[in-house]
């Protein structure tokens, strides 16, 4: 068990409820902080009866829709003059095209949904990140509150769950959880990357068969030229022999 953990219990069991949802709101603004082992600990106190387990899901929940919307905000605010600020000025337009801006923010506005609610349960490592993103690239905020809040509903439930019902053996499960988030997401990485080459792959034979296509029209077309200009030839030739 790391240091920062143990001190993270010994709060959680001096101040209570507090402890945890002040703990919980500053992981989800973003701050690296094992919230899932922190969860799990906490729902394997409340199968001992040191805490009820309806309150434990109401304060993490509340705790974790708070901070990520505070990292929506700060990205919403500060992030989004930030790339404002990229897309006009001229240094740094040599660097990021501003339509790489204006490609980005469309792309996360119709793609980054499942980011988002991936990230509050599956991927919680990622969520902060995902909060200012989704803040800088002016993601509806209607669309963020009903995913993350969806997501989030998961993402308390889950690991107090587990640690209520396999109780002392919580670690054991929060190394599980560990590394089956680690395996999803090199999957995920993976399978992206294949996409993409096969994406790129059907690009390029698109281009080489509009090429193969430009070149034959344009031999056909040389073809027609050269025996236009060879009929013409022959029809001077044939219009200048002299009379018997």
């Known amino acids: 068990m790391s240091n920062l953990l143990s001190l993270l219990l010994t709060l959680l069991q001096n101040y209570g409820y507090l402890a945890l949802w002040i703990t919980v709101y500053v992981a989800a603004v973003g701050i690296p902080i094992p919230i899932t082992l922190l969860l799990l600990a906490a729902g394997a106190f409340a199968a001992l009866g040191d805490f009820n387990l309806v309150l434990l899901f109401i304060i993490s929940f509340s705790a974790l829709v708070c901070g990520d919307n505070t990292g929506y905000w700060i990205g919403r605010i500060w992030g989004s003059k930030v790339l404002n600020r990229i897309e006009r000025s001229k240094r740094w337009n040599r660097l990021i095209p501003p339509q790489r801006i204006v490609q980005s923010r469309q792309y996360f ?136």
């Open 109 to 244: 506005r119709y793609r980054g949904g499942w980011a988002i609610f991936l990230s509050r349960f599956l991927f919680s490592a990622l969520g902060g990140i995902i909060n200012l993103l989704s803040g800088s690239e002016l993601y509806p905020y209607r669309y963020f509150l009903l995913l993350d809040t969806s997501g989030e509903a998961l993402g308390a439930i889950i690991p107090l769950s587990l640690g209520y019902i396999f109780g002392a053996s919580w670690e054991a499960v929060g190394d599980v959880l560990g590394y089956s988030s680690f395996l999803l997401l090199s999957l995920l990485i993976v399978i992206l990357l294949v996409m993409r080459l096969i994406k790129n792959a059907r690009s390029l034979k698109r281009a080489n068969a509009t090429l193969i296509r430009q070149k034959g029209a344009a031999a056909n077309d040389l073809e027609e030229l050269s025996m236009s200009a060879t009929a013409e030839i022959s029809t001077r030739s044939s219009g200048n022999l002299p009379l018997l």
